[in-house]
């Protein structure tokens, strides 16, 4: 049985199929399935650990156990809920004011005074 040298390509020259759905990926706004498992097993992590490593008060004590225990990781949480811009009524404009402790305590104590 011989065969013919033009049937026969070396394989380096046969053209590549593509599966049917190849290059098609996820559909817009569709969480990497991964990412959402870990997500999930993040949550869950802490939910059991809570506040006192034995799961008080679930997700919410492990939270409020990172905000006594790393003040730099709640910021970095408040961060990430916090909306990302703040939105005034154009009537009552809101405006920035910088002032030091002493200036701010004094300013309190009379907003205080008037209530």
Known sequence: MTTDSKDVLPAAAKPK???????????????????????????????????????????????KRVAR????????????????????DPEHPLHHVAMTLDEFRRAAAEVAAKV
Not at 20 to 45: C, D, F, M, Q, S
Not at 69 to 78: G, I, V, Y
């Open 17 to 63: 199929r593509r599966p049917p759905a190849a290059g098609i990926g996820r559909k817009k706004g569709t969480p990497n399935k991964t990412t959402a498992v870990l997500k999930e097993a993040i949550l869950l992590a802490a939910e059991q650990v809570g506040e006192n490593g034995r799961g008080k008060d679930g997700l919410v004590g492990y939270i």
């Open 69 to 88: 225990e790393d003040t730099k990781a709640m910021a970095a949480l408040l961060g990430k809920v916090l909306p990302l811009q703040v939105v005034g």
